[in-house]
């Protein structure tokens, strides 16, 4: 496979040392020094791959190949270059600086495409320091949230003014929008364990699952812990445990869904006293829309059953995001002629792409992650599974920029 598998090796780990910290991990948040640090060194990559650099309205970084028709539908590949808090190297970063190399030996090889082709850094994609994921990938396909805008990090400050200080048009983020998509194409670290158990080196994704968060509080009734007999008791603590129970039961009854409660707190949080009330997050996941609400459905029936006195208060809700078959069986015509070991599979985690949903086909090519570890600083990739996913990624492209106009 002729993919420059090393020169990709380097820059990430060129990319790799902003934001490091002591520990070896990486914290690069959205619209900080570190931010735009890494948003110089990619833009000096796109440039030595003969693209043409802009930044939008939302600070998305974008390099353009202009094909022989640039006025046809373009193909777009990429992802983002924020991280988590002590994150690692691989998330994000190698959709961007693979898709930078997929077109860079693509020009070496002499192909010059039909129609335009976009590398495009996502900005904050995670979420991490506002709580407002996807902000770059949301304003490419026109559905921003003004809301969203005034969401707040730790120290007040808003996501509308940290643009605002980066030089940005928040107020302008309709401009960001791309017409005429031919399709979106996401290269991207698996973050689980399923490529490593089957020994294959890419993945082919069948869909990214519809995701919906809440945070639950269960009320009872406070007493003292010594005083307060078992019998009678109304602790929205055992209410909690019943509760998780069931729906990891329902998650469970479904190939394709996942259901986590990864946070509680109770109140008022003392060891000598029956809580009053407790809240707790749900993160339920699935690739079938209705699924998800078929389990909300049975877990309100399951609260009238128990007398509970439950209250739900909706953090964030996305619908499922089905890969495109078309696409698929393109990457695995790719896979097979060229010995890759491959699979199909969904995707659990959110990603970039899912916001191109009914705009454009989508399609995303996963690769090993060691021991399934991600948003972690001992995430691992070996270097030549990047180059396999890269090598798919560029003849993905190739096949997609030199179809005819639409």
């Given amino acids: 496979m002729n993919i420059n598998e090393q020169r990709l090796w380097n820059q990430l780990e060129e990319l790799g040392k902003i934001g490091r910290q002591e520990d070896g991990s990486i914290t690069r948040f959205p619209f900080t020094m570190e931010d735009r640090q890494a948003e110089e060194l990619i833009a000096g990559y ?39 808090q002590n994150g690692g190297r691989f998330d994000g970063s ?42 770059g990938s949301k304003s490419v396909c026109g559905f921003s949230s003004k809301d969203g805008l005034q969401s707040k990090d730790q120290a007040g400050f808003s996501l509308y003014e940290a643009m605002k200080e980066a030089g940005l048009q928040p107020d302008r983020l309709e ?32 869909g990214i699952a519809g995701l919906i968060r809440h945070m639950v509080t269960i009320y009872g009734e406070s007493g003292h812990s010594g005083a307060t007999p078992m019998e009678g008791r109304k602790d929205p603590a055992v209410q909690m445990s019943r509760w998780i129970l069931r729906i990891t039961e329902l998650a469970e009854a479904h190939e394709n ?85 491959h699979r199909h599979f969904m995707s659990g985690a959110g990603h ?3 916001n191109f949903r009914g705009l ?22 070996s270097m030549e599974d990047c180059g396999r996913g890269v090598f798919v990624l560029k003849e993905m492209l190739r096949s997609e920029a030199e179809a005819a106009k639409q």
């Fill in 46 to 84: 796109m440039k030595d791959a003969g693209l043409e650099v802009s930044r939008d309205a939302a600070g998305n970084l974008i390099g353009r190949w202009a094909g022989a028709e640039p006025e046809a539908n373009a193909v777009i590949c990429g992802s983002h270059y924020d991280t988590v």
């Fill in 94 to 135: 190698l959709g961007v600086l693979g898709g930078i190399e997929a077109v860079r030996q693509l020009r070496e090889e002499g192909f010059r495409p039909r129609r335009p082709v976009l590398v495009i850094g996502f900005k904050d994609e995670e979420g991490n320091r506002f709580g407002y994921g996807m902000v």
């Fill in 175 to 206: 401009s960001c929008r791309i017409p005429n998509i031919r399709c979106m194409l996401e290269l991207h670290i698996e973050q689980g364990r399923v490529l490593e158990n089957s020994n294959c080196s890419v993945g082919i994704v069948t």
């Fill in 352 to 354: 970039d792409a899912m």
């Fill in 360 to 381: 454009c086909p989508i399609g995303m090519i996963f690769v090993p992650s060691m021991n399934g570890y991600s948003h972690r600083k001992e995430e691992f990739t």
């Fill in 257 to 341: 869904c996942v259901a986590t409660v990864g946070s509680i707190k109770t109140f008022p949080g003392q060891c000598n006293i029956i809580c009053s009330h407790v809240t707790f997050s749900l993160d339920l996941r699935c690739t079938d829309d209705k699924y998800i609400q078929y389990v909300l459905d049975e877990m309100h029936c399951f609260e009238k059953q128990h007398s509970m006195k439950v209250q739900y208060r909706l953090d964030q809700q996305l619908p499922a995001a089905p890969c495109d078959r078309n696409l698929q069986m393109k990457m695995e015509e790719i896979c097979r002629e060229n010995h890759i070991s």
